[in-house]
């Protein structure tokens, strides 16, 4: 909250995530708004729920929303599937789903470099009722290393988030090990190397994971952080997850990449979500 130890987070580099803030606005409004609201970069799940391959010019429009606000994209979900909704992502899943990850593979990657974003979020998937989680595991590190091998093209790297469990009951990667095992298989697979760990503190959090533990652990092999508060998945100081103190170990660990603000605003606009960090901290690159 503003007065507190957030003073510090000059130190962070923030960008906000527009497919969960600022949704009260048409997805062509937000990077404006987000501008408005004093930051310089932006994140995205896939804005295209029911399409992994748009229509150029939806593509395009978006394109002109977010390089005319001013904003940078640093962080692009692959195709997902209903996200918000009922899915988890689609890369593990056979038949449609997975073809449609893999249609989707260059067309995000090239979004993504048509803006200069290096980092391509591919969320792993559900479990499916009647498919072996040894067949799925497989297809998923088949669609993994395409999507590494694309996000490698662009520069860019491949990251693995970890969700929890109570809210996602059907996802297998509840545990920052799970996560990392996964961007390690990636890794001997590929031999690139550009696979790396979404550590989301609030997931780990609704895990019961001891994340300065985590932290130590992992953060080598974290490519990008996102926060939201524990409970209620609000903006920082309205639950009781030490976010300044966690992000301070963070930073003595080695950690200077991004932190994504991946939380609901609540009952108030999303404009008016941000006053626990000051200004001055919001526009850092």
């Known amino acids: 909250m503003p007065g507190s130890e957030w003073g510090t987070a000059t ?15 048409p997805l062509l409004e937000r990077p404006a708004a987000a501008a408005a609201a004093g930051f310089a970069a932006v994140e995205l799940w896939w804005p295209w729920v029911d399409s992994p391959t748009p229509e150029r010019s939806e593509l395009d429009a978006l394109k ?19 996200l918000p909704g009922p899915d988890r992502g689609a890369l593990s899943i056979p038949g449609t789903e997975s073809e ?19 980092a391509l979020n591919a969320l792993y998937g559900n479990r ?17 290393v395409l999507a590494a091998r694309a996000a490698d093209r662009i520069g860019a790297i491949l990251l693995i988030e970890t969700l929890n469990q109570p809210e996602s009951p059907l996802y297998p990667l509840v545990s920052a090990a799970a996560g990392v095992a996964v961007v390690d298989r990636v890794n001997e697979a590929t031999g690139l190397g550009n696979a790396r760990f979404l550590m989301d503190l609030y997931h780990l959090s609704m895990n019961g994971e001891d994340l300065p533990s985590v932290i ?29 103190d966690l992000l301070g170990r963070l930073r003595k660990a080695g950690y200077e990449g991004w932190v994504g603000l991946e ?17 001055e901290a919001r526009a850092a690159r």
Do not use: M
């Open 11 to 25: 130190e962070q580099r923030f960008n906000v995530n527009l497919s969960i803030l600022f949704t009260e606005l």
């Open 64 to 82: 002109k929303a977010i390089e005319d606000a001013g904003v940078q994209l640093t962080g692009l979900n692959f195709y997902a599937g209903q």
């Open 100 to 118: 449609r990850f893999r249609a989707n593979i260059d067309v995000a990657a090239d979004f993504a470099r048509s803006l200069g974003c290096k």
């Open 128 to 144: 499916v009722e009647g498919v072996e989680a040894a067949a799925q595991d497989a297809l998923a590190l088949e669609n993994l």
């Open 216 to 244: 130590e652990r992992y953060a080598a092999k974290t490519g990008h952080v996102q926060i939201a508060d524990n409970p209620g998945r609000g903006a920082p100081g309205t639950g009781t997850l030490p976010l300044e």
């Open 263 to 279: 939380y609901k605003p609540g009952d108030r606009p999303s404009a008016a979500a941000f006053d626990w960090l000051p200004a």
